[in-house]
C-alpha cells in the first residue's frame, strides 16, 4: 500500500464520505441508503456541525474515515469525542489504516482540550476488537440501544 494520508474532511468531500459511510451501513446490515450528502454537511462537514470527520487516502482516493462527536462521560469527568463511525475499505484492511485514523482522532481531541475517545463495536467484529485492544483504558461488554422514527416519537410522547 503507498503512502497514507488523513485529513479533516471539508464539505468538497461529501461524496466520498457518503460512499464509505454507506459501505460502513451495509457491513453493519444497517440501512445504507438513508443517508445523504446533506446529512453528512450537517453532522460533519457544515462550519456549524456539531461533530467532525477525519479521511484517510491512498493514490487512488478516500479509503476510510472516522467520525467524532463531542461527549461528556460523568463517570470520568472526561469531555471527549464519541467514535460515530470508523470505517476502513476492504483493500485498505490490516494495513494500518484504522490506527493512523484513531490516532489522528487522539491528535484532534487533545488539540481541541478533549481527554478521552469513546466508541462501541459489533460483538462479531473479531478485526476490529483486535485493533482495539492495542490502544484501549477500559473494555467493557454493553449492549447498545438506539430509538428511531416513530419509536422515537412515540416515547417522546410519554408522559409517565
Known amino acids: 500500500m503507498s503512502a497514507v494520508a488523513i485529513r479533516r474532511a471539508g464539505p468538497k468531500d461529501a461524496p466520498a464520505l457518503l460512499r464509505l459511510a454507506r459501505a460502513l451501513a451495509r457491513t453493519q446490515n444497517d440501512p445504507h441508503d438513508?443517508?445523504?450528502r446533506a446529512d453528512l454537511h450537517r453532522a460533519w462537514l457544515d462550519d456549524?456541525?456539531?461533530g467532525l470527520a477525519l479521511i484517510a487516502e491512498d493514490e487512488a482516493g478516500?479509503?476510510?474515515?472516522i467520525a467524532l462527536m463531542p461527549s461528556f462521560e460523568s463517570g470520568h469527568a472526561s469531555h471527549g469525542f464519541y467514535i460515530s463511525d470508523i470505517f476502513v475499505v476492504a483493500r485498505a484492511r490490516q494495513q494500518g489504516v484504522g490506527s493512523l485514523l484513531l490516532a489522528a482522532a487522539a491528535r484532534v481531541a487533545?488539540?481541541?482540550g478533549r481527554s478521552s475517545l469513546w466508541w462501541v463495536a459489533q460483538d462479531g467484529n473479531a478485526a476490529a476488537h483486535r485493533l482495539y485492544r492495542r490502544f484501549v483504558t477500559i473494555e467493557q461488554p454493553v449492549r447498545a440501544f438506539a430509538v428511531?422514527?416513530?419509536h422515537?416519537?412515540?416515547?417522546a410522547a410519554r408522559q409517565a
Open 34 to 36: 438513508r443517508a445523504t
Open 48 to 50: 456549524d456541525a456539531p
Open 152 to 155: 422515537l416519537t412515540r416515547l
Open 148 to 150: 428511531f422514527g416513530e
Open 62 to 65: 478516500a479509503i476510510g474515515y
Open 110 to 112: 487533545i488539540a481541541t
